[in-house]
Every structure is written in C-alpha cells, then in structure tokens.
T-cell receptor
Framework: NAGVMQNPRHLVRRRGQEARLRCSPM?????VYWYRQLPEEGLKFMVY????????ESGMPKERFSAEFPKEGPSILRIQQVVRGDSAAYFC???????????FGPGTRLTVL | DAKTTQPPSMDCAEGRAANLPCNHS???????VYWYRQIHSQGPQYIIH???NNETNEMASLIITEDRKSSTLILPHATLRDTAVYYC????????????FGPGTRLSVLP
C-alpha cells in the first residue's frame, strides 16, 4: 500500500512565478491536510480538505495561496506570485476519517530565488 | 487542544531504552496523546497514540499516567536511526482536527 506521495520533491521558482505542489493521499483516504515548515521552525497547519470541499483554511495566508482537492486526481496547493518568504518545506498528510491518524508525505521543498 | 511540554533535547546510548517524557496537565477527557517523529527533514512519521491505557506497537510503547497529566514514549532499544525530533501532541480524535506541532524533543542516539 503506497504511502502519501508528493511531487515535485524539490521546486525552484523565481520571485513572481507560480508554484504548484501536488499531493496524492494514501489509498482509501479522503481527507487531506497541508502543513508548512519554515527553516528551523515547526510545522504549521495550513488547510484541510475533503474531496471537492475546503473544510478548514484557517492557517492559509489570505492572499496568493489556494488549495483544491478535486473529485479525481491529487490535491493541489497553489502559490501565486511567490516571494522569498515562501521558501519552505510543504508537507501533505492524509487520513481516512474516524480516529484520524494522519500520515505524512515526504514533502516538497520550495526555494524561491 | 491542550498544550504539551517536552524537554528540548535528550541523549541516549545506542542499544539502550530511550524514555521521552511529555507533560500535558490540561488534557481533556476526550483528548488523545499522539507521538510523531521527524527524522532530519523528512515528513513526520506516526509512532503511536493512546487515550488512557498503555499502548505498544512494533515501534514503541506509550505509558500514560493514571491522571493523564503526563506520558512517556519508550523506544526499547534505540538505534542511530532513531535520532530525530519527537513530537508529543494532544488532540481530540475527530476527523478534521489538525495537529499542532510544538518544538518537540531532539533525541540524539549516540554510538
């Protein structure tokens, strides 16, 4: 049973470009969470999605960031007009609901030049 | 979610048991204790969780005090590959509840 998959693992963007990060949850999981980890800091919750619905986006920056989890395909975290402060590791986790143990992917490391 | 307190760092000799403490004195009756670890810059790895009974799996044991105000994660025979940051998190076990990661304990397993 494959775990949570994220791609790309490393992404380099110039300031002002768009970054798209993908997350495929574990098989059978319909709940997806995105977290961000800035250098030398802990993980911070960003957004929680179920298929076709954003349930909790209380941790998302108000501008430039968006997330989706379509009926088919992976969840996408999109960052428009990236700035250097967006450089971080972005982790996706998935769960099946119920008691909701979350399983994390390997992360995408975004570097903004 | 209740706040947890962990020592910032610990050392353990390879092959010995690593005992990582966590205080959660304000834990509510419906909150579980979860442990995750993060090895270097990898994604957090689930270790174990429990409500009030002690739990054991292939990775570790979780001992929760009777009043539930503290717990200990035990790695019975630590190896160099167990060097990581260990996070103790308490939260309600409902879907949709995000995990709040504190600074954790940086465990160094020494040869």
């Amino acid at each position: 049973n494959a775990g949570v998959m994220q791609n790309p693992r490393h992404l380099v963007r110039r300031r002002g470009q768009e970054a798209r990060l993908r997350c495929s949850p574990m098989k059978g999981h319909s709940h997806v969470y995105w977290y961000r980890q800035l250098p030398e800091e802990g993980l911070k919750f960003m957004v929680y999605l179920q298929k076709e619905n954003i349930i909790d986006e209380s941790g998302m920056p108000k501008e430039r960031f968006s997330a989706e989890f379509p009926k088919e395909g992976p969840s996408i975290l999109r960052i428009q007009q990236v700035v250097r402060g967006d450089s971080a590791a972005y982790f996706c986790a998935s769960s099946s609901g119920g008691t909701d143990t979350q399983y994390f992917g390997p992360g995408t490391r975004l570097t903004v030049l | 979610d209740a706040k947890t307190t962990q020592p910032p760092s610990m050392d353990c000799a390879e092959g010995r048991a690593a005992n990582l403490p966590c205080n959660h004195s304000t834990i509510s009756g419906n909150e579980y204790v979860y442990w995750y670890r993060q090895i270097h810059s990898q994604g957090p790895q689930y270790i174990i969780h429990g409500l009030k009974n002690n739990e054991t799996n292939e990775m570790a044991s979780l001992i929760i005090t009777e009043d539930r105000k503290s717990s200990t994660l035990i790695l019975p025979h630590a190896t160099l590959r167990d060097t990581a940051v260990y996070y103790c998190i308490v939260r309600v076990a409902n879907y949709g509840q995000n995990f709040v990661f504190g600074p954790g304990t940086r465990l160094s397993v020494l040869p």
